[in-house]
């Protein structure tokens, strides 16, 4: 039986790009795959290694997280959802698998570098950043978990966790489980694109639909999409190819969306097709679109509405995650130290 361990920082509230990158399908894992445990963290301490003079902002989002947790479907009766700093035996794992990784390993991992680049860090960069991927690390193997449910661009992380416990294995004790990356099954939803056409969606760039945005937001948002700057006038071929507005209906779009909202076209191939040699203003396009999102995220909503009434139901959830997460991470690493030799009053 598989163990599942994911989960996200609590920079700001979660938006579509989690959502088809890995939230639906921790869902689907949840309740379909029934593994053997599953744990969802709200990486808190993570998100300080770059927002350590803001502590106000990750404190803020945390209930934010799991309110959207809960919203699309993570039940704390089937998953253990728990906050990372609340568990000091990932400090003292990160500690250890400190000396199997080299800072040249670190300084070569793609997913540091774009995010040092992202952030504009440059030299000045915070030591508790550029270490991340063994607190990662840490994270995953605290819980044994086999199975990692992730978007591509952590992909490089779970390498670097894998060498980790190769590392520890070998040298100790084979103690450690590496885990495998479980990505989407729709290649789209990899990476789903800005609103204005970035090459990601991103809480810091703004350029997000959040899970909790009202109907209004969500329409008005589409309606500001970027889409083909070619496609000027209706009659203009247009290119579907690196069109958010397109790569939002793979992700999303069904052919009985089709015959329930746009009954002119069997599926989308004829929408682009028609689109490709002109004809068709994006305009009806991204009404399609609208009401697919409106559709998908509504029920989303409507719960996130209903348990925010009853923050005191959410943090003692969280509370009780968070203790039994601490009981596995425990033993854990107990077994560690003991690979290791440093169980000194057994």
């Not at 005191?312 to 033993?331: C, I, N, P, T, W």
């Amino acid at each position: 039986m598989d163990t599942v361990l994911t989960g996200d920082r609590p920079t700001g509230r979660l938006h579509l790009g989690h959502y088809v990158g890995s939230l639906k399908r921790r869902v689907e894992l949840q309740n379909n795959n029934q593994p053997k445990e599953m744990y969802v963290m709200i990486a808190d301490a993570q998100a300080l290694s770059d927002n350590f003079d803001n502590v106000e902002k990750v404190r803020s989002n945390i209930s934010e997280v799991a309110l959207d947790y809960m919203a699309c479907g993570l039940s704390p009766d089937k998953t253990t959802i728990f906050i990372q700093s609340q568990i000091s035996e990932l400090c003292e794992l990160s500690f250890y698998y400190m000396n199997l990784v080299t800072v040249s390993r670190l300084q070569r991992n793609p997913t540091v570098k774009s995010e040092i680049l992202l952030r504009g860090f440059k030299q000045s960069i915070p030591v508790g950043f550029f270490t991340y991927p063994i607190s990662q690390a840490a994270d995953i193997t605290a819980f044994k978990a086999n199975i990692v449910p992730v978007g591509e661009d952590q992909l490089p992380m779970i390498e670097q966790t894998r060498e980790i416990v190769r590392s520890f294995n070998t040298l100790y004790k084979e103690v450690l489980v590496e885990p495998k990356a479980v990505l989407p099954e729709n290649e789209t939803c990899l990476r789903l694109p800005g609103l204005d056409g970035a090459n990601k969606m991103s809480k810091s760039l703004g350029n997000c639909i959040y899970l909790a945005d009202s109907a209004d937001e969500i329409s008005r948002k589409i309606k500001s999409m970027f889409t083909d700057p070619t496609h000027l006038r209706v009659e203009d071929a247009g290119h579907t190819e690196n069109n958010p507005v397109f790569t939002y209906l793979d992700a999303f779009c069904r052919d009985e969306h089709f015959s329930a909202l746009w009954p002119e076209y069997q599926n989308l191939e004829e929408l682009k097709a028609h689109y490709r040699r002109g004809g068709l203003g994006d305009s009806k396009v991204k009404k399609f679109l609208n009401e697919i999102i409106q559709e998908e995220l509504r029920p989303i909503r409507e719960r996130r509405e209903e348990l925010s009434k009853d923050l005191g139901y959410v943090f003692d959830m969280l509370k009780k995650g968070s203790e039994h997460a601490r009981k596995k991470a425990a033993q854990t690493l107990d077994e560690v130290k003991t690979a290791m030799g440093i169980n000194y009053y057994r």
